[in-house]
């Protein structure tokens, strides 16, 4: 009997979008000529799914992020969200950067609120906020300052920032690499957690294989730029999973091997 990746429960899978990225190459627009960063890219996440995207530095997997957060458009291609197309950001998709970008002058609380005082909505956003940072443990730090937090917290903040506009695609662009290996191990469990409370479909870019292998439903390996899939991996162990398994380590011996460094496993 084959097992099948677990996914987050029925009424938080309802809350997720579906995704759809169809023929997408995208190319930067340089002084000396195009410099292709994406081509023909061709993905779809269901909703509520958790993937990851696997490449080498530089290959193009920020780039895709970017353009599924609507921030530019695509050279060619369609991205779709729910079977529409993405034509610029909206609160709907999320995108969480490695720095946390916390604005210094303003608490916690204060940061987190961001995103409804935008909309107008300051005044019926302060429950959605407490909401938010109670989701990633946060309560009782919602008068401290950035300065005074540590760089797993203050990636706590950005997450909440995030959450408080109930996003249905959440997008993770390395957002623990810049902790140390300590606090990076124990936010993996935390964002799995965090994921299957929420049933947000949840993208991630990592260049660490087995956090990619820990947490996703699913690993896309891009090739090297211009990106091209160049393979993918179901991960097909339920959670909690345990980093001595045997499958993933079977898995990564996969990946690594897509990857091109197979040889020094």
């Excluded at 019926?124 to 906020?129: A, F």
């Excluded at 393979?231 to 011996?253: F, M, Q, S, T």
Aim: charged share 25%; hydrophobic share 45%; aromatic share 4%.
């Amino acid at each position: 009997m084959v097992a099948v990746a677990e996914r987050p429960a029925p009424d938080a899978v309802a809350r997720g979008a579906s995704v759809e990225v169809r023929a997408v190459s995208h190319a930067f627009q340089l002084a000396d000529g195009p410099l292709p960063v994406l081509d023909d890219i061709n993905l779809t996440l269901v909703p509520g799914e958790f993937v990851a995207l696997l490449g080498p530095s530089g290959c193009g997997k920020s780039t895709l992020l970017r353009l599924l957060a609507g921030l530019e458009p695509a050279s060619s291609g369609k991205l779709l969200l729910d079977g529409t197309s993405i034509v610029g950001p909206h609160p709907s998709r999320l995108l969480v950067f490695q720095d946390p970008t916390l604005f210094p002058w303003r608490t916690v609380r204060a940061n987190v609120a961001l995103g409804p005082e935008a909309q107008g909505r300051a005044r019926d956003g302060k429950v959605r906020v407490e909401q938010a940072l109670e989701r990633v443990g946060l309560a009782g730090f919602e008068d401290v300052f950035p300065h005074q937090l540590s760089g797993g917290m203050a990636q706590r903040v950005a997450l909440a920032r995030a959450l408080v506009n109930d996003p249905r695609l959440l997008m993770l662009d390395e957002p623990l690499g810049r902790l140390d290996s300590l606090t990076r191990i124990a936010m993996q469990s935390e964002l799995v957690d965090l994921w299957r409370r929420t049933g947000a479909t949840t993208l991630m870019v990592t260049h660490d294989v087995e956090e990619a292998l820990f947490m996703a439903n699913r690993v896309l390996v891009l090739s090297r730029r211009p990106a091209r899939i160049a393979g993918e991996l179901i991960v097909d162990e339920p959670y909690p999973r345990h980093r001595g398994n045997a499958r993933l380590a079977e898995l990564r011996h996969e990946a690594l091997r897509l990857l091109g460094l197979d040889a020094t496993w």
